[in-house]
């Protein structure tokens, strides 16, 4: 079980710069267990990858409209994950989520992660 709590969205100006921060709360299993990706579901759409993290934090993903702008991020030692995401575009407002997957690889199907955050938002002016 693992309980996900996202902080750090806001309203910013087009090519500004937000660090969301996902503090997980896990019983039985370390963080460092789970697979931890952001996505994000804009108004009317269906929730998107954008950005995934090995469990050591050795390998990360990146959906391609967000690479070069986006870094994700984790310190399992304070059991949190990171997204910095720099150079904002109005097309990045949505809500971000947090989540944790068990899987053995890192994918960017929002069906193999079994935990998430309630969300937080972030909105980008033009």
């Known amino acids: 079980q693992v309980q996900l709590v996202e902080s750090g969205g806001g309203l910013v100006q087009a090519g500004g710069s937000l660090r969301l921060s996902c503090g997980a709360s896990?019983?039985?299993?370390?963080?460092?267990?789970?697979?931890m990706g952001w996505f994000r579901q804009a108004p009317g759409k269906e929730r998107e990858f954008a950005a995934a993290?090995?469990?050591?934090?050795?390998?990360?993903y990146y959906k391609d409209s967000v690479k070069g702008r986006f870094t994700i991020s984790r310190d399992n030692a304070k059991n949190t994950v990171y997204l910095q995401m720099n150079s904002l575009k109005p097309e990045d407002t949505a809500v971000y989520y947090c989540?944790?997957?068990?899987?053995?690889?890192?994918?960017?199907?929002?069906?193999?992660?079994?935990?998430w955050g309630q969300g937080t938002q972030v909105t980008v002016s033009s």
């Open positions: 896990a019983s039985g299993r370390a963080l460092s267990t789970y697979i």
């Open positions: 989540a944790a997957s068990s899987d053995v690889v890192i994918t960017p199907s929002t069906t193999q992660y079994r935990y």
């Open positions: 993290i090995s469990r050591n934090g050795g390998s990360t």
